[in-house]
């Protein structure tokens, strides 16, 4: 952990932008989404570059939230209680499950659109883990100070 409590809070927000960011650009990717339900109906060449395209910053997006989930554990190591690391832990579990099953899905059929959807539930979630857990984790680091 940091030495200083804020220099990881910031740590924290920056990792939470940054996720936030790939987010954007894996929604943005798309730009027959709302048009099309699948990626078969585009045009191929177009399709393997956004499929390529897609799976790397999904990849980046999975990658990022791991490592991400790893440091905010270990700054709950101390001085945070013992009901909210494991809750908060929990939170990280899932939304890793909910990773996964997008990867899983869109390794076996490709289409780039239902995982853009996927990852559209992932920032859903990912946007109340921030007000039910990771909100709180400041207040406990800041408190410790």
Known sequence: ?????????EKIRRDHEHMTEL??????????RGRLDNCNQ???????????????LIRAFVETTL??????SMFMEAGVPHAHRIAHNRAHVDIAEQLKAIRVVFAKDGNAVLAIEG????????????QEFDEQL????LAEA
């Open 67 to 72: 490592r991400h989930n790893l440091m905010e």
């Open 23 to 32: 987010v954007r650009r894996i929604t943005a990717m798309c730009s027959e």
């Open 1 to 9: 952990m940091p030495q200083d409590r804020e220099q990881a809070i």
């Open 119 to 130: 990852i559209d539930r992932v920032l859903a979630t990912l946007r109340n883990h921030l």
């Open 42 to 56: 585009c045009h191929s060449a177009h399709r393997d570059v956004c499929h390529g395209n897609i799976e790397a």
């Open 138 to 141: 400041e207040h406990y680091l």
